[in-house]
Nanobody, 123 residues
Framework: QVQLVESGGGLVQAGGSLRLSCAASGRSFHLYAMGWFRQGPGKEREFVAGIDVYGGTTYGLESAEGRFTISRDNAKNAVYLQMNSLRPEDTAVYSC????????????????WGQGTQVTVSS
């Protein structure tokens, strides 16, 4: 069982930055691939970024490429999403998720989810 708790969301002006954190419980965090997803108002959930057990990363949003960076610290049981040059269209609830073995961009393949943290970017 893995419990995930996100933090770091908030209100920021366009062009600003936020760093989201996801704290995981459990002793096997290093065995889990971790993903960040987001769901904007009236939109479907979409894959933002993921990091596998070896630290390899995948980004799901063309618009986020070069602006967002995912990282993990297995010693702290945490995964992070650094978001720079934020845009109003980045406004969404951001959630982290965990799955054993291979990284996936499909939300349906993740076993554990956090409650989400709201990110609002004003123009």
């Amino acid at each position: 069982q893995v419990q995930l708790v996100e933090s770091g969301g908030g209100l920021v002006q366009a062009g600003g930055s936020l760093r989201l954190s996801c704290a995981a419980s459990g002793r096997s965090f290093h065995l889990y691939a971790m993903g960040w997803f987001r769901q904007g108002p009236g939109k479907e959930r979409e894959f933002v970024a993921g990091i596998d057990v070896y630290g390899g990363t995948t980004y799901g949003l063309e618009s986020a490429e070069g602006r967002f960076t995912i990282s993990r610290d297995n010693a702290k049981n945490a995964v992070y999403l650094q978001m720079n040059s934020l845009r109003p269209e980045d406004t969404a609830v951001y959630s982290c998720a965990a799955k054993r073995a291979r990284l996936s961009i499909k939300s349906s393949e993740y076993d554990y989810w956090g409650q989400g943290t709201q990110v609002t970017v004003s123009s």
